[in-house]
């Protein structure tokens, strides 16, 4: 089992910046690959990003491409997002979760966090 933690999320007005942390516990962090997600209200989940194991390999959505940035320290056990030049659009649930293999399909993903909120302001 791996227990994953999301915080840093608020409310933030257009065009500012938010860092999400995901802190994880129980099996060793390295072994997963890490990805974000979000949902808004009425919508599906979203494929944000991901992170390979060593941190080496990240790939992210056409929709925050250049605009978010995936990172992790496997040492602290924790995968960020730091998210700048946010839209109204932006606002959602975010999730991060672990995975065996590299995938924006959020079925491949075997553990999740509970959410944490993201509001922008226009």
């Known amino acids: 089992q791996v227990q994953l933690v999301e915080s840093g999320g608020g409310l933030v007005q257009a065009g500012g910046s938010l860092r999400l942390s995901c802190a994880a516990s129980?099996?060793?962090?390295?072994?997963?690959?890490m990805g974000w997600f979000r949902q808004a209200p009425g919508k599906e989940r979203e494929f944000l990003s991901a992170?390979?194991?060593?941190?080496?390999?990240?790939n992210y959505a056409d929709s925050v491409k250049g605009r978010f940035t995936i990172s992790r320290d496997n040492a602290k056990n924790t995968v960020y997002l730091q998210m700048n030049s946010l839209k109204p659009e932006d606002t959602a649930v975010y999730f991060c979760a672990a995975s065996r293999i590299v995938t924006a399909n959020p079925t491949g993903y075997h553990y999740w966090g509970q959410g944490t909120q993201v509001t922008v302001s226009s």
């Open positions: 129980g099996r060793t962090f390295s072994d997963y690959h």
């Open positions: 992170v390979s194991r060593s941190g080496g390999y990240t």
